[in-house]
C-alpha cells in the first residue's frame, strides 16, 4: 500500500462536507455511497446509505457545522482525513466549538469511487 499526502482534499470531498454543513444531503453527498454502505461513528454503526443519511440529518438538525479538512492522504482503496469542524447549537448560538475529527474512508471494491465504510471520531466535544 502507498500512501500519498495530498495538498488538499480532492474536490468530491469537501463537495461531500459542504452538503452536510448546508444540511441539504443532496447529489454531491448522495453520490458518494455505495448502497450497502455503513459507518461507525463514536459509539454507534449505521448501516445502509438511508440510515447514514437519516442519523446525520438528526444529528446536525441541532446544530450549524463548518468541516474543514486540514489533511488529506491517499492509499488508493482507503482515504486518511485529519480536520476540525466548527459546532454551534441552536440552543447556545453565542457559542462555538471547534473539536478535530479524524476519519478513515473504505472505499468500494465494485466502484472505488463510493464509500463503502467510514469511521469517523470526533471531539472533545466541550
Known amino acids: 500500500m502507498t500512501l500519498q499526502k ?28 455505495a448502497p450497502d454502505a455503513e459507518m461507525v461513528f463514536g459509539v454507534g454503526h449505521i448501516q445502509g446509505f438511508e440510515a447514514i443519511k437519516a442519523h446525520l440529518i438528526e444529528f446536525d438538525s441541532t446544530m450549524d457545522t463548518k468541516h474543514v479538512v486540514l489533511d488529506f492522504w491517499d492509499a488508493g482503496d482507503t482515504k486518511f482525513l485529519r480536520g476540525e469542524v466548527s459546532m454551534t447549537k441552536h440552543e447556545t448560538p453565542d457559542r462555538t466549538i471547534t473539536p478535530t475529527f479524524v476519519h478513515v474512508w473504505h472505499m468500494s471494491k465494485d466502484d472505488p469511487r463510493k464509500l463503502q ?4 471520531a470526533v471531539g472533545p466535544m466541550e
Open 6 to 33: 495530498l495538498a488538499q482534499a480532492p474536490d468530491w470531498v469537501t463537495k461531500w462536507f459542504a452538503e452536510i454543513d448546508s444540511k441539504r444531503f443532496g447529489l454531491d453527498f448522495e453520490a458518494c455511497f
Open 117 to 120: 465504510r467510514i469511521h469517523g
